[in-house]
């Protein structure tokens, strides 16, 4: 997964935007943008424990 983190415009005052692939999710200030993208980074990293077997139905 490609994550960018970007002003929407050069302006000091702009908006700013996480891209996660294809998706976009704009933030009111760079430091809400990069909070975001530590916290998704921190989940994607955390262990997942699967299932050990689903039942067929």
């Known amino acids: 997964m490609k994550i960018e ?3 929407l415009t050069a302006s000091p005052q702009s908006d700013w935007q ?4 294809e998706q976009a999710i704009t ?3 760079e430091s809400e943008a990069r909070a975001y ?3 998704l ?3 994607l990293k955390a262990p997942h424990e699967l299932p050990e ?3 067929i139905t």
């Not at 996480?18 to 692939?21: A, E, K, N, T, W």
Request: proline share 11%.
């Open 41 to 43: 980074n921190s989940r």
């Open 37 to 39: 993208v530590e916290q």
């Open 18 to 21: 996480v891209r996660l692939d």
């Open 53 to 55: 077997s689903l039942p």
């Open 27 to 29: 933030f009111h200030s």
């Open 5 to 7: 983190v970007r002003p």
